[in-house]
């Protein structure tokens, strides 16, 4: 039995599957990876850029790069991975996506029970947390007038409401994505290097806890030895083939 094959009666049999998604999901609609050949921009490296070290340092040029984003991301449209992993959500009882991406783009697939790890790059924040901007609130202007954005509460600038390396993921939505890996049968790792934790370490709980581990990814990652089974290819052509797989044999 193929790799397809394997990983639909998986997942055809499954109560609860799970999907942590990264960079190689959005790949599709024209947003660039993090590492990937097409990923630098300006030839910084998003661990030394997205960082609040860095923004402390020189937050008009982080926001050079997140406006920069913002406009890419504003042009692009969910594609086939998006609107597969939107309808299995929306249609099948026990699917969670867990996101690293922060383009917002699971959202405009529909996808329902989603939890997104790292934040949204269409929300900002006081940075000097005033009581009135300290939680995220959503900014949707492309490009901003002025780099950095100041804070209509306090006049301090303002930053993406995303979470930089460095800075700790929110504890709730932590404990939720880790409860979501630990407690389903089929856990799917689609378009992630698995470099970045504690995303990373997500599809070792499922492991840990029994689940079967898919990974669909066109090249190897950290996590390919790891997961029972590894589907080479793109995530806009393998979703949709499992996703057809699962209706001829409903
Ligand atoms: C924390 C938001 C603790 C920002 C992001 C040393 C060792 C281990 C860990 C660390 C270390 N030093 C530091 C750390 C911790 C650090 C970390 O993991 N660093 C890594 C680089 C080693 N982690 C953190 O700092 C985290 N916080 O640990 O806090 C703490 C606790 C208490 C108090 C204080 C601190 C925070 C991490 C979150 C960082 N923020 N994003 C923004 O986006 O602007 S992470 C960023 O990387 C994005 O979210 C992105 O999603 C994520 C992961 O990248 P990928 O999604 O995997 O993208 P990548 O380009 O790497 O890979 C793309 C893949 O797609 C490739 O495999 C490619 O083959 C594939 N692909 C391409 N095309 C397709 C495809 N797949 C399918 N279909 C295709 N068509
Ligand atoms: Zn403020």
Redesign the pocket.
Known sequence: MGDLDRAIERLRRAGRITILT????S??SGIP????DD?LWKKVR??TI?TPEAFQHDPKFVWEW?DW?RSVILDAKPNA?HDVLGRWTRERAGVTVIA???DGLHERAGAERLIR???S?WHVRCWARCSAGREDWLDRTVPQPRLPPLCPHCGAIVR?G????????DRGVLAEATLAAEECDVFLT???????????GLVHHAKHQGAFTIE????A?EASAQVDLAVR????E?LPALDRGLLSRE
């Not at 669909?216 to 090249?219: C, E, H, L, V």
């Open positions: 990264g960079a190689g999901v790949a599709a990876t993090f590492r990937g990923g998003a661990e997205a997140y984003r991975a690293q991406n922060v790890l790292h934040g790059i993406p995303v979470v930089w390396f460095g800075e700790p993921l689609v378009g992630t290097s698995s470099v970045v934790y504690p995303a990373a669909i990814n066109p090249d990652t290819g793109k995530a806009e393998v």
